[in-house]
């Protein structure tokens, strides 16, 4: 039974560039939540995705955009990336938007550079 | 919004009773949950409480008194492996998962 799955591990991006992080959530989930973790502080919620719709969002800028496709993967798209969104962006599944044990891939380590 | 409070780090022996204290001030409060992370690594759900009380899981325990906004997780028989980041979470009606800032447990033999 795969977990939650991330891609690309690391990336490392110049100032003013864009990304795109990938998630595959857990078998049998059709929620995806995504968080940044800068280091040593807790993840901050960016939004979730439920049904294809961004449900929720968090004091995060519009630079930060998302997606979800109907086999209810997700894509992270930031954009001008800024030196402070260096972070771990890790992405959570659940079965459902009122889930609670959410299950968190090992995130993508990005550094802006 | 959401706040929580909890202790930055913590050190103990092998062997040894950690409790990780946690206080919050949320609208729309949920439930808490506790994840653990190792260093570099996937945060992993632990226990959630949505009503007063106690929870056990194994050598982990949590708890809530919701009419103190807090919370702890206790962590018995402390083991090398658990030294990691432990982070309390709240979890607010519109299904928004708000983390603390974390605390670091050292487990030394």
């Known amino acids: 039974d795969a977990g939650v799955t991330q891609s690309p591990t690391h990336l490392i991006k110049t100032r003013g560039q864009q990304v795109t992080l990938r998630c595959s959530p857990k078998?049998?989930?059709?929620?995806v939540s995504w968080y940044q973790q800068a280091l040593g502080q807790g993840p901050q919620f960016i939004f979730q995705?439920?049904?294809?719709?961004?449900?929720q969002r968090g004091n995060f800028p519009d630079r930060f955009s998302g997606h979800q496709f109907p086999n209810y993967s997700s894509e992270l798209n930031v954009n001008a990336l800024l030196l402070g969104d260096s972070a771990l962006y890790l992405c959570?599944?659940?079965f459902g938007q009122g889930g609670y044990g959410y299950t968190f891939g090992s995130g993508t380590r990005l550094t802006v550079v | 919004g959401q706040s929580l409070e909890q202790p930055s780090e913590v050190t103990a022996v092998e062997g040894a009773i950690v409790q990780i204290n946690c206080t919050y001030q949320t609208s729309g409060f949920y439930g808490l949950s506790w994840y653990q992370q190792h260093d570099g690594g996937a945060p992993t759900f632990l226990s959630y409480?949505?009503?007063?009380g106690l929870e056990e899981t194994g050598r982990f325990s949590s708890f809530l008194s919701r009419s103190d906004s807090y919370g702890y997780l206790l962590l018995q028989e402390l083991q090398m492996k658990d030294s990691a980041s432990y982070f309390c979470?709240?979890?607010?009606?519109?299904?928004?998962?708000?983390f603390g800032a974390g605390t670091t447990v050292t487990v030394r033999a």
């Open positions: 409480n949505a009503l007063d």
């Open positions: 979470a709240t979890r607010s009606n519109d299904y928004k998962l708000s």
């Open positions: 078998s049998g989930h059709d929620t």
């Open positions: 959570a599944s659940s």
């Open positions: 995705y439920y049904e294809e719709e961004e449900r």
